[in-house]
């Protein structure tokens, strides 16, 4: 068999002449090239929690109250007058403490214990998003964080992908001032009745099936509700 060795010793015969030592003939050898150090692994992306300040809650809810604030009068957003908080009589047989949504006149009603019920203007989901039902507040909190569905990501990403892990208590939060979480049992069933940073939406569908209502507003509400009511939203 013809080896290297043997190329390399005819080729210097052929063309050097004869070969004084048969060390001339042998292969300088090769060291093997260094080991490339293993690239170190991309850092674990540590997701951050969204959180709310309960140091900063007075000062938000001050940001958001109008001055000399008055539920039956004060109206810096432009509502129309039957969307302003109103005491009505309640119809028969209706539990104290419940809440009854009217998704075709876009009304609240929150029942008190004297056969009338308080009535907020609020917006209900926009089409095919509302979903009517009898759900318990299973808990309710001031200033929420908010974190977007793996629904409204899928259907809107250019609106919602930015916020997928979530976003802090504030003014500027989808939930705004205050929310009550709707739960069907023990299961969180994502539906709220919530402020919202966009007053001028109340009496419309205009959410991603939550019930909005204005800052000030359900910061009167919030405080009168107890966990465990039922709320029942109605068909649209």
């Known amino acids: 068999m013809l080896t290297r060795r ?18 001339l003939a042998q292969e300088t050898p090769v060291s093997d090239p260094a080991p490339v150090p293993a690239a170190a692994p991309a850092p674990t992306k540590i997701k951050r929690r969204p959180v709310s300040n309960p140091a900063m809650w ?16 004060s109206n810096p957003w432009g509502l129309k007058q039957r969307l302003l908080p109103r005491i009505v009589q309640a119809n ?21 214990g004297d056969g009338t019920a308080m009535r907020y203007g609020v917006a209900i989901g926009r089409s095919g998003l509302y979903e ?28 919602y992908k930015k916020y997928e892990d979530g976003m802090d ?19 969180d069933t994502y539906l709220r009745i919530h402020g919202s940073p966009q007053p001028r939406s109340i009496g ?33």
């Open 6 to 23: 043997h190329f390399v010793i005819t080729s210097a015969t052929l063309f050097s002449g004869p070969i004084a030592s048969p060390l």
């Open 58 to 73: 007075n000062s938000y809810d001050a940001r958001v109250m109008p001055a000399n604030y008055d539920p039956a009068t």
């Open 92 to 112: 028969d047989g209706l539990k104290p403490g419940d809440i009854h949504v009217d998704a075709v006149a876009r009304y609240l009603y929150h029942i008190r």
């Open 132 to 159: 009517p039902g009898t759900y318990t507040v299973g808990r309710k909190t001031k200033w929420p964080t908010w974190t977007p569905t793996k629904d409204m990501i899928e259907r809107e990403p250019h609106k």
């Open 169 to 187: 208590g504030g003014p500027s939060n989808p939930l705004g001032s205050r929310a009550l979480y709707l739960f069907e049992g023990r299961r």
């Open 204 to 236: 419309s569908r205009a959410s991603s099936g939550c019930v909005r209502m204005v800052m000030a507003h359900i910061i009167g509400l919030y405080d009168q509700v107890e966990t465990g009511v039922t709320a029942h939203l109605y068909p649209a």
